[in-house]
């Protein structure tokens, strides 16, 4: 993992066309913005990880939970 430290304002650039903007610092919050192509989704992670669940096939959930 690549640990940067990075001041309000200051951005990150990840390949040729994400950018990572830092907006603010609210307590242990960053707020931050995101410049990425329409095609790249996006997401926090525990929505990312209900949306790969909801995408499962039902036969695999079921196993996984022994039924």
């Known amino acids: 993992m690549l640990v940067l430290t990075r001041k309000i304002g200051e951005k990150i650039i990840i390949g040729d066309d994400i950018s990572l903007t830092i907006l603010g610092l609210f307590g242990n919050h960053v707020r931050l913005g995101i410049n990425a192509p329409k095609a790249v989704d996006i997401h926090r992670e525990e929505v990312y990880v ?8 039902p036969s695999i959930q079921n196993i996984a939970v022994g039924q």
């Open 50 to 57: 209900k949306i790969q669940n909801d995408n499962q096939d």
